[in-house]
């Protein structure tokens, strides 16, 4: 080999160790693993009491190398310690950590489901009549915010179908109420909304139709949606039926048709299918000293929300112990009171652990809209690639 290609790849071995000559990674006293300072540094938030610090994440992957560690991201690396473990799961919510990954992906899950996770909702409100104190725009935005339980993959889009109106891009429902000369108020709940498995009942025109001809009314349906499968054991409707819609008094009344149809949250809120999707770093509390006796008491009297207990050591002394780090929200009451106590009590946030919370508005289950996030993010992946190849 020449000297020229030698001092090429002398070259090129600098580059790959992040500049450091090659024959200083191959000294005995280069450690192979980071020390233990700034591996604390590399993976966790410091909370301390004026403000977090090292609260970035280091990507560049030759950052280490002059330690001798690569900090690049590897897929298998990421297979073997990406873990997601369900902690409480009900109808309306779902807490679950995801371990190993980015805060960016974190929040692109967050982002997607508030913003890209389609619902069905209503979108045009169709009044016939509309005696009551409430105006018909402010009427038609409380119906619009009602969520419907009904499977959006069920459904088109209504741009789809070329602006028809027709049994697989719309769900009807007919509101009419009235109260009566004579009795007392009534109150207009959600579940007065009845649905129309047959399509609109209202005359889309003024002119009455010919004997011969049918009227035309508001869609165009070509079969029943009664008919459907998917739709005979649950049938479409709104997902809360106590939600206050207007009240009547003596002689008003409401008559209306509501057509509902997919969208997604970031053309308007009321398609958003959760109430609220955050995250949170998985908190970490460590006690740097012993605190023993009184201290311990005092320790465990400022925290609110109970993550230090006490412990008996025996000869009538005690200990505080750290027994529930997760409910810590970094209020950092614990470490109030001075240096001794932030010499004591470490906070810290682990910054590949995130705690993430959906709590569904009832269009779909929680589980189902955190998958289908997962697929438009998995989509939106597949495209990019296919855009750079």
Known sequence: MSEEENS??????????????????????????LPSHLQVLKTRVICNMDAPQHTDTLQYSGVYAALRVDNSVRLDSFCNNFKVEVKRFTDDD??????????????????????????????????????????????????GLIPIDADPRLF????????????????????????????????????????????????????????DSKAKTFTSFSCSQGSRPEFSKKPPGPYNLDIILAKLGPGQEIELEAHAVKGVGKTHAKWSPVATAWYRMLPEVILMKDVKDDLAEELVSKCPVKVFDIEDI???????????????????????????????????RVKDHFIFTIESTGA??????????????????????????
């Open 314 to 348: 025996g000869k009538g002394r005690r200990k505080a112990t750290v027994v529930n780090a997760r409910a810590c929200t970094l209020c950092r009451e614990c470490i109030r009171g001075g240096q001794e106590w932030e010499d004591r009590v470490a906070l810290r």
């Open 8 to 33: 090429m790849s002398e070259i090129e071995n600098q580059e790959q160790n992040g500049g450091v000559p090659d024959y200083i990674m191959d000294l005995e006293d280069v450690p192979s693993k």
């Open 156 to 211: 088109e889009y209504p741009d789809n179908a070329g602006g028809e109106n027709n049994e697989k891009n719309t769900i009807v429902f007919k509101l009419h109420v009235s109260c009566k000369k004579g009795h007392p108020r009534i109150t207009v709940k959600s579940d007065a909304l009845k649905w129309l498995p047959n399509g609109s009942e209202l005359i889309a025109d003024n002119t009455k139709p010919n004997a």
């Open 94 to 143: 779902i807490e679950f950590d995801m371990i190993g990954i980015d805060p960016a992906i974190a929040n692109a899950f967050r982002r997607i489901l508030i913003a890209e996770v389609p619902t069905m909702a209503i979108e045009r409100i169709y009044i016939a009549n509309n005696t009551s104190l409430i105006q018909d725009e402010v009427l038609s935005h409380r119906l």
């Open 364 to 389: 779909l289950p929680p589980d189902v809209l955190f998958t289908e996030a997962v697929k438009i993010l998995e989509d939106k992946c597949e495209r990019v690639i296919t855009e750079l190849s």
